[in-house]
């Protein structure tokens, strides 16, 4: 018993930390918080797309291809409950976007276009074309060998 108590005093003398004063580490962060990244996305509401926006964290740039892929990963809880759906599938992704003179987009899609629902085809057209600041701007989408456009937004 006598042992496991002198075991015990050595252990905790021995562990190396040593008083210090306190050491002044300057002030504490001060400014802003990041601002949030606002998001445009087409969704499906009652037979027609509409305008929804998401926000959330800055944390990169969105590109044009990760903001239509948000679109065939689904609607968010939210988005649901006020009676959002997506016609665009999940295996429509990844997509590329390639922009041309005047502003004109190529998307390209990992399934044939053909494929889409007109109202999945618009919310890729309208999508893409809102991250661009030019109003005239025109969609192609291409997929499979196929492609539709050049279109501009219906809405």
């Known amino acids: 018993m006598l042992a496991a108590g002198l075991v015990s005093v050595v252990a905790v003398a021995g562990c190396g930390v040593r008083p210090s004063d306190v050491i002044p580490a300057g002030d504490p962060p001060s400014g802003g918080v ?89 919310q890729i057209v309208c999508t893409a074309a809102v991250q661009v600041p030019e109003s005239s701007t025109q969609v192609t989408v291409l997929g499979g060998g196929q492609s539709i456009g050049p279109r501009k937004c219906p809405g």
């Open 34 to 122: 990041a601002p949030a990244t606002t998001i445009t996305l087409y969704l499906v509401r009652k037979g027609r797309v509409d305008a929804v926006t998401r926000t959330g964290p800055r944390r990169r740039p969105l590109f044009k291809a990760d903001t239509l892929a948000l679109l065939a990963a689904g609607v968010t809880e939210k988005e649901q409950a006020q009676g959002f759906t997506t016609d665009v599938p999940p295996e429509a992704g990844p997509f590329s976007v390639a922009v041309k003179p005047g502003g004109h987009l190529v998307v390209t899609l990992s399934t044939p276009v053909r494929e889409l629902s007109a109202l999945a085809v618009d």
